[in-house]
């Protein structure tokens, strides 16, 4: 007989332990294999994590544990071969204990869904199908706000089943009958056959960042380039190196819709042995193409955040390009950051991991400028094309604005005008989608809030909804005031909607297109769009941040951004890092190729040291003003963050417990640590369920690990509370 230790499939702490099963039959049954195993009145998928021996039988084993042990059987065991090699179960432990999140909860990261220890993974196909959703009916009674939302989405167009939204929201329009499912198969993944390119002669700067980084010591560096300085040459410079030497590659990009722009560049350079990995695969994909590297059949592997747990043997480079976005964070639990998890992975295997970005995290500069990572810079942009000439706008300032518009200031439409007529492209930047922002009664003065959550609600002029940004709630917009009655409401602010509709009215014979997640539900949505605004088939792409990272528009020569203030006003000890990046990454895209850029900031803040150094690119100036104000908030890189979130059906219930268990943080807190809070979170609630945070602020992890683990262990006992813990928390 053997006795299997499982994990058990569900995500929880007081489950996060290994249950023993008897087995008694003639297949083999392996360690990092999936199991189904009975547990209490249900059947679960299990994850084997350990198989032993044992001489007597279940009735003696049963004896010597002290308690009821089940059998597997045959029937019961789903794979012959280990799902993971041991070396990336030990990350997935290591990755578990740093983010204190249950083993499975990785484990479930880590793996495609067909292959995930998950009870879905069993009807996960394995041929890939598409499903797409039209409707057939356009009356709208009898329909919920959401149901209503996603019908008006589909009357614009049929959609594939994953870009339509909530699946059971998508549900009852079916069953409603308004909507129905058109099943098509797929044709299968391939990486296009490309020409293979003569690569550039390096410059000086690649050259010495190239062959710094082959030979330094230290297995983290940090490549800091200015956008536009030819990082992409020197990481596949280091990649032909590290193929040289017989071992493979694994590139992360921080987002899905930069992957084909990035596998481009791979396939052009080495041809074929180059596998894809990322959550917009259709599972049948992610499982042939983690199959394909798992046997050693890809030696570049491009992917975002969760590649980084790619079944590649042989690892000896990892490379992060736009270190700093935060996407590499994952937002739910286990809540791992794919950078701290690829420096683990690259100490485990023995791989260098190389960090690029314009705008390096806080965290990644100062640990560089410490001496712990590696630190190489290429300042300038290849074959010097100057930065782009930047101006400030200051919209405060009298006279800035002109009987046109409200929102393009005189000097800014002066300037669009001016790169028409030159036949140039131009960037019109807002970080906010929709069309008003904040919808109120002047009379009463109620506030259109969202009932979920508290954010406020944003009118969504195409298909005439309010909408919460932050939880997804979404309602028709009334015709009047729900308390006082009053019919003419007051309608303020703006994003992209509004932008697009303004601007072409301003300019009647450009070519306007517009690209937020509204627009670009999917990657290949927007691969097509961008692709489109390469090819000069647009003047103007109006866009929030989506377009401004890592793109490359040979034929713009102008970045704007309307409105730079709006991420200076959200909470959070980021915001001003934040700010900076996305001005400093807008005014990056303008001029990159031959002609020279401009960019041009509006503002009601134009001496705010983000916007400033950002609009200038001066990242060093930038780098040392908030490093002082990190310092005196006391907030990272000078302490370390975990954000513990309690929530739970019953507010009161909910905030006794939270002011408990800050306490008992508090009763063993040491001189170098903080405790914060209970707090009410920005979102005071989710799903559902009211929140409450905790914010740990400490020096050394050992200082509070010990207590958290405690305090978790206490309280996830209580019935009705749910304990999330984020390590590294970027939202504070
Ligand atoms: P970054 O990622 O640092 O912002 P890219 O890698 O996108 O910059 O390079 C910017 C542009 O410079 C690209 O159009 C690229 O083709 C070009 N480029 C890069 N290296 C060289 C080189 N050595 N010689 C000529 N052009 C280069
Ligand atoms: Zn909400």
Known sequence: MQVLSVLVERATRSLDRPFAYAYEGKRKVGERCRVKCSFGPKTLIGFVIHVREYDGSLEELQNELGFEVKLISEEDIVDEEPLLSEGL???????????????????????????????????????????????????????????????????????????????????????????????????????????????????????????????????????????????????????????????????????????PAMVDYFSRRFGKRIAILHSE?????????????????????????????????????????EEHVESYKQDNAP???????????????????????????????????RGVYGYFEMPHRVNERPLPRTEIVDLRAP????????????????????????????????????????????????????????GNLVYHFQDRLLKCHHCGHVELFPDRCPECGNPALRRVGYGTERLEEETKALFPTA?????????????????????????????ILIGTQMVAKGHDFPYLSLAAVALADIGLALPGYRSAERTFELIAQAVGRAGRALIPGEALIQTYNPTHYAIVDGARQDYLS????????????????????????????????????????????????????????????????????????????????????????????????????RIDVDVDPLDF
């Open 281 to 321: 695969l259709t599972p049948g994909e992610r499982y042939d193409e983690y199959r394909r590297i798992a046997r050693g059949e890809a030696d570049i592997v491009v992917g975002a955040r969760s590649a980084v747990f790619a079944p590649i043997s042989n690892l000896g480079l990892i490379i992060l390009d």
């Open 89 to 259: 179960f030990e990350l997935a432990k290591e990755v578990a204990s740093y983010y204190m999140a249950p083993l499975v909860s990785v484990l479930q990261a880590m793996l495609p869904p067909s292959l995930s220890p998950r009870s879905s993974s069993l009807r996960a196909p394995k041929v890939a199908y598409d499903y797409y959703v039209e409707a057939i009916d356009s009356k709208e009674d009898g329909l919920t706000p959401k149901q209503i939302e996603m019908l008006r989405l589909l009357l614009r167009g049929t959609l594939r089943k994953k870009e339509a939204g909530s699946p059971s929201v998508l549900k009852a329009l079916i069953e409603k009958k308004k909507a129905r499912l058109v099943k098509k198969e797929r044709m299968r993944f391939e990486i296009p056959e490309r020409e293979k390119e003569v690569p550039h002669e390096m410059t000086f700067e690649q050259k010495c960042a190239y062959e710094g980084i082959v030979s330094c010591p230290k297995e983290v560096v940090l490549l800091q380039g200015v956008t536009g300085s030819g990082k992409t040459e020197v990481y596949l410079r280091l990649s032909e190196h590290c193929l040289s030497i017989g071992r493979k590659v694994l590139m992360l990009v921080p987002e899905i819709n930069l992957t």
């Open 511 to 539: 070519r306007v297109a517009r690209l937020d997640s509204d627009v670009a539900r999917s990657a290949a949505r927007l691969e097509k769009l961008v692709r489109a605004f390469k090819n000069r088939e647009f003047d």
């Open 622 to 721: 930038f780098y040392e003003k908030e490093m002082k104000e990190r310092k005196l908030s006391r907030f990272p890189p000078y302490v370390y963050l975990i954000a513990v979130e309690l929530s739970g059906e019953d507010e009161n219930r909910l905030y006794e417990c939270a002011l408990a268990f800050a306490d008992l943080l508090r009763s063993k807190e040491l001189s170098a640590t903080r405790v914060i809070g209970p707090i009410i979170p920005y979102m005071a609630k989710r799903e559902g369920l009211f929140r409450r945070s905790i914010l740990i602020k400490f020096k050394k992890r050992e200082d509070v690990e010990g207590s958290l683990r405690d305090a978790i262990k206490r309280y996830q006992a209580v019935p009705g509370l």
């Open 399 to 454: 006279g800035t604005m002109g009987k046109e518009s409200s929102k393009l200031s005189r000097p800014l439409i002066a300037k669009i005008r001016e790169k028409l007529e030159k036949g140039e492209q131009v960037l019109l930047l807002i970080n906010r989608r929709g069309y008003w922002t904040g919808v109120n009664c002047p009379k009463c003065g109620h506030l259109f809030k969202c009932p979920e959550c508290g």
């Open 335 to 369: 809540h791992y950051h794919a950078r701290e998890v690829a420096i683990m992975r690259g100490r485990r295997e023995g791989a260098k991991v190389v960090l690029g970005s314009a705008t390096p995290s806080l965290e990644t500069r100062s640990r560089a400028m």
